[in-house]
């Protein structure tokens, strides 16, 4: 019996990896909920308190790694036209929990903002495609269907059937052509198995010289990903050449007594967008220390400490975050320490 399907209209809750999913991310604006107008309830909160869904994920912290992927998003502008030695690709690579996704994101988030900024209105431009490669155990790598997910084509019949998915390639191909994709994010990169990795470049490769489009890839060791498969086509040139694909490096960020600024214009980033009744501006600051000590300054632990402990300030009537609220959260990087209980 299928079930029945019930579409998410506004897109909030479909991933980013389809064309609704996308545009809701491009359009969301997170406004921080007024204190003053959220008093301090007694004794404890209702699950109605704006504040409890604005902490589960706030504003977007500014990394050097995101500001650097405005100027890349600017650059693929710039030199995304009819070249002749084809379209420029580039990696977004790094340990993961870093940010690396949040970071490919912004890439193509500024990059559409470019796009609406300098071109006129058109409900119809696709300027950007964002996809995840799909895993294919025990079966043929079918590039084409992510493809096809985020734009809304129907690829599949009756999952009962049995019947398989039918290659997506032409209709995926006129829709870039004459909607105007002119970038395409690649997440997950990999996951790729090595016997697959030829597969799927060779589809990469087709669509970005058929449709003149860009290709970011991403995921942990992406920058080596794409030059093995690179290595594999043609000979290293003797003279040095080409150092390979472009990389922009997504790290965690170092903290030390002589390299701590960066990450305390982070923490800082975070205390300004807190919204609780007792938190003092720069509370969060004199934690830096315990905080870098606890996430290691990867951006994705940090930021999940950060706003489980703000809810929770919030559930339990605290209204501040401590040392001590930070420790009691299950996310974190618990190099040593003892597993938390639930």
Known sequence: MPFPETPDVAGRFLPPT??????AQLDRVIDPPDLAACPQPEPTVGPDDRRLGYHATMRTVQTPALKKAVAVARRLWLVGGPRSEGPLHLAVDGPGETGMTTVLRQIGRAYEGIIRDRLPADPKRIPVIH??????PG??????IPFAEFLGHKHTKDPESGQRSTDMTGPVCH??????TRL???????????SELKTAFD????????????????????REVVNDVRRGRRPSPTDGGSGGIPTLAVLPISYSTDDHTTFHEIVKAFDQ???LHQHTPGDLLNLA?????????????????????????????????TEELLDDQLVGRFCDDPILQI
């Not at 389809?18 to 545009?23: A, D, I, N, P």
């Not at 996809?131 to 294919?136: D, E």
């Not at 829709?175 to 105007?180: A, D, F, N, S």
Request: proline share 3%.
């Open 18 to 23: 389809t064309r609704l999913g996308w545009q």
């Open 131 to 136: 996809i995840n490669t799909p895993l294919a």
């Open 139 to 144: 079966s043929k790598l079918d590039m084409s």
């Open 175 to 180: 829709v870039m052509k004459t909607r105007g």
């Open 184 to 194: 395409v994010l690649v997440d997950g990169i990999d996951r790729l198995d090595n």
């Open 203 to 222: 589809y990469f490769g087709y669509l970005a010289d058929e449709c003149n489009v860009s290709f970011v890839y991403c995921g942990p060791g992406s």
């Open 273 to 275: 967008n807190l919204r």
């Open 289 to 321: 220390t315990h905080l870098h000590r606890r996430t290691g300054g990867y951006m994705k632990p940090l930021s999940l400490l950060i706003c489980m402990a703000a809810q929770e300030a919030i559930e339990t009537g605290a209204e501040a975050i």
